[in-house]
């Protein structure tokens, strides 16, 4: 898998003054466009698209001061269709415009050539299931929140305080399957996964019981799921295993994600400081 997508890192420097589509890139790297955009914000630290943006305008600031086509020709070349549109973009990203970095040699900023491999720390494995499940709803209370990385989600937890402890047993009394019990569900992210970008963040339970009025549901279709497992300092263990199952169980293994909820069950400790958690990701099968 790595290899692969280091062939589509490849096409993109072969391609920055040509327009590169992620469904190209896909292809090239014999994936979905939809796990290529997340496999490489997980590896990258950056979506996809702005990674490509920076290396144009980092490639397009090189020739700025090379002085040997006029800034025009520079714009047109990297896909911008005015002066003006490249001009907002070079400077967004070095801090000063075209002219001026031309007229008085600035320093620019770079955006490296990124090339991907695997390194393998530490001498634990990773605890891992294949489930297939029919369709299911998952039930309870919905909110749109903020993604954050790290750290408790301020407003996830307010939200949950918000719910009553009424509500929440009768939410928990409708489980009839598993992932038992309360769970957490997240569902429309932006394909970005960068912070600040909202999901849809439903604290409710997975059943096939029919939904009352007062609640909120999420069908979810029949699918196959990798569900992870994992113990730790909370909420930091559950942070870092879901970066751990993108940046190395996925390059390892013949599956790709899909769309989808991601659900996590978490079961916290007596004073709230470590986790036992399990984390279902949708899947699917992809060739050896």
Known sequence: ML?????????????????????????????????LRRLFSALAGIPLSEYIRRRRLTVAGAEV???????LEIAVRYGYTSGEAFARAFRAMHGV?????????ATLHSQPRMSFRLVVE???SMRYRVVEKEEFRVVGRTARVPLVHEGVNPAIADFIRGIGKETLERVQSL???????????S?????????????????????????????DALTVPAG???????????????????????TQWFPSNPYRSRPGPEI?????????????????????????
């Open 3 to 35: 290899e692969r997508l280091n062939q589509a890192m490849e096409h993109i420097e072969d391609h920055l003054d040509q327009r590169i589509e992620a469904a190209d890139l896909a292809r090239i790297a014999v994936t979905s466009e939809y796990h």
């Open 65 to 71: 001061l090379a002085g040997e086509r006029t800034l």
């Open 97 to 105: 415009g075209p002219g001026e970095a031309r007229r008085i040699g």
């Open 122 to 124: 530490g001498s634990s």
């Open 175 to 185: 489980s009839d399957q598993e992932p038992e019990g309360i769970v957490s569900v």
């Open 187 to 215: 569902v429309n992210l932006d394909e970005s996964r960068a912070e600040g970008t909202e999901l849809d963040y439903y604290h409710g339970v997975v059943t096939g019981a029919p939904v009352p009025e007062d609640m």
């Open 224 to 246: 196959v799921w990798a569900v992870f497992e994992s113990s730790g300092p909370f909420p930091q263990a559950l942070q870092y295993m879901w970066r751990d199952v993108f």
């Open 264 to 288: 996590l069950r978490t079961r916290l400790s007596q004073d709230a400081t470590r986790a036992d958690a399990e984390l279902w990701i949708p899947v699917e099968r992809t060739a050896l």
